[in-house]
DNA sequence: TTGTATGCGTTATCAA
DNA sequence: TTGATAACGCATACAA
């Protein structure tokens, strides 16, 4: 391995010259550079990052903690995520929580003990007051309402039915349903006044087993109409779509579905849906971009700087079943 | 954050004696270590990754390269193999290949560049003259029967055809069918040689797309019995399935169906088959526990020891799609 | 068996 | 602007 020793005797200059040349902070005479530069390529220099953290605070490695082996969204953003850091010259350790708490802070602390500079949690999002001690170390995603007190990343379904709502309102609809699993939506003020209260039909989790519920019917069983419905889930969507179908529908003309995909999704299309449907959600390369933008600037003192100031916002994915109103 | 040193003096030894207690390798006192160990643990002393990693040789992180970011395969062999990492104190440090060889040299030697130890290829196992270099600190996932130069995992479609066609055997199934899209399996003489040559349908992979192409029919075309078929391939397991259940045929009683699943495969069955069907394939543990063998006998100079000598081998999952031949 | 001293390859702090 | 030199926290060869 050369060393920043080699390239400064070849360069003809002392050792801290050619850390100044190399770490571009400093002021350095612009031929003396050249030279420490010239001699650095000449000689293939890599400065070992082992020295480097030791000497400096940062090691340059970050960790993320990700959910479990079923990773099909944080894989998403695990690759834009590293992407980007590796562009920032930055590199991504990971470890698994194991979707409880306990193992989501036993991962937290091993990426912290193995020397990341911080770490971000694509998970639970826990925060304890084990964690609190540390919370300057943390980024985490938080995909629900409750904020943590540690740096987090805003991103709620919530924000997603808005967005839903907002398009459909902008198509000429006025009766807007909700097919709602989400008990953060159900207990957000704010977002449900946007919609008539008999339009709502909120549906347990454990519900979505029973393969006879079916939202659409609950909602015409209000005796009210409606020309769109947004779901927050892609079950929901399933079902609702076979029923519209079966009462002999025709999408999206008689009726708009819209997915409104919790932020822990793809934003993709389901391959299990056998109705392409749009869906408002968060892209994971924004969240992905988000992300690394919170952890330099919690991590580092020099925040990335980039196109800044563009919050997460949820994207519209329009696979044509929403229509006008007419 | 406390060193070594803070603990030393609390302990009323030197820092060298307190090194060799938590490394465990040398002879020490008991009574001495017992002293450090108490130390150390009021202290809540961790030993610095950084300042451990510049003294000795190692980093212990331990690069891994992922292929892409529909990483269904990669994701639960990641899951194993950090949970294993960590048990043993090394981290893991991603970087993905983007599908190309020229990115997953780059991937390589950026991994190897921030100090990883060595580095676990999941992808394409290109071993370029380039990597020659560094082979010692490349272990692949072999999947195909090429070998390659650095140290690898071998793991073939073709051993799991053995491994199938095996198990029909000794379910009393004689005349045994393959529908095969591999390349390298239909090149591999020894693994055919258990086939009559009659029975084996080739099927190039870009005809998969052509939705009336029937293997059943194929083979059936042939004018010989069969009693079971192996698949390498879950399309291909589908259109058999279907085109049996069309035929009248009563699965598995008239014929046994069995997918031998390519090495990147989830060991897992695919949702998106109708008909549950038994696999004969690579679990991602297994793996994940071969790789880590391998990373650690390379890379370090002490192996891991555990249960050894457990060569990588295909396992059967029994979903009831074949039943013994009558 | 224990302690001392040196080195690992940088960055950072001083003088010059 | 540059160059010595001191950290950084630990491992380790060597001396005691």
Redesign the interface.
């Known amino acids: 391995m050369t060393t920043i020793y080699e390239v400064a005797t070849r360069a003809g200059v002392s050792l801290s010259t050619v850390s100044r040349v190399l770490n571009g902070n400093k002021s350095v005479n612009p031929a003396l550079a050249e030279k420490v530069k010239q001699a650095a390529s000449e000689l293939h220099f890599?400065p070992?990052?082992?020295?480097r953290?030791?000497a400096s605070k940062h090691?340059?490695?970050i960790g993320i903690v990700l959910p479990?082996?079923?990773?099909l969204f944080a894989?998403?953003l695990?690759?834009?995520f590293?992407?980007i850091l590796?562009q920032h010259k930055k590199?991504?350790?990971?470890?698994?929580s194991h979707d409880t708490i306990e193992s989501e802070v036993e991962a937290i602390e091993?990426?912290l003990?193995?020397?990341c500079d911080g770490v971000f949690v694509t998970t639970i999002s826990s925060t304890t007051k084990h964690l609190h001690s540390l919370k300057d170390k943390i980024v985490t995603l938080s995909t629900g309402e409750a904020k943590a007190t540690v740096t987090d990343l805003s991103a709620s379904v919530a924000h997603c039915v808005s967005k839903a709502h907002h398009l459909l309102s902008e198509q000429g609809h006025t009766d807007i349903a909700l097919v709602n699993d989400r008990k953060t939506v159900s207990q957000n003020e704010t977002f449900l006044s946007l919609f008539k209260k008999q339009l709502i039909v909120n549906v347990e989790v454990d519900a979505l087993s029973d393969p006879f519920l079916d939202p659409l019917l609950e909602l015409m069983a209000k005796g009210e109409v409606f020309s769109a419905i947004i779901c927050t889930n892609d079950v929901l969507v399933e079902r609702v779509v076979n029923s519209a179908k079966e009462l002999g529908m025709v999408l999206p003309s008689d009726l708009s579905i819209i997915s409104s995909r919790p932020p822990n999704a793809h934003a993709e299309i389901s391959?299990?849906l056998t109705y392409n449907v749009s869906s408002v959600a968060y892209s994971t390369l924004d969240m992905a971009r988000a992300a690394a933008k919170k952890c330099f600037a919690a991590f580092y003192d020099d925040g990335l700087d980039e196109d800044s100031a563009n919050p997460l916002s949820p994207i519209f994915l329009d696979y044509g079943s929403t229509a006008p109103f007419s």
Do not use: Y
């Open positions: 890599t070992s990052q082992k020295a953290s030791l090691s340059h490695a479990n082996k079923h990773m894989s998403h695990l690759f834009s590293e992407h590796r590199h991504c350790v990971i470890a698994f091993f990426l003990s193995q020397g391959s299990s």
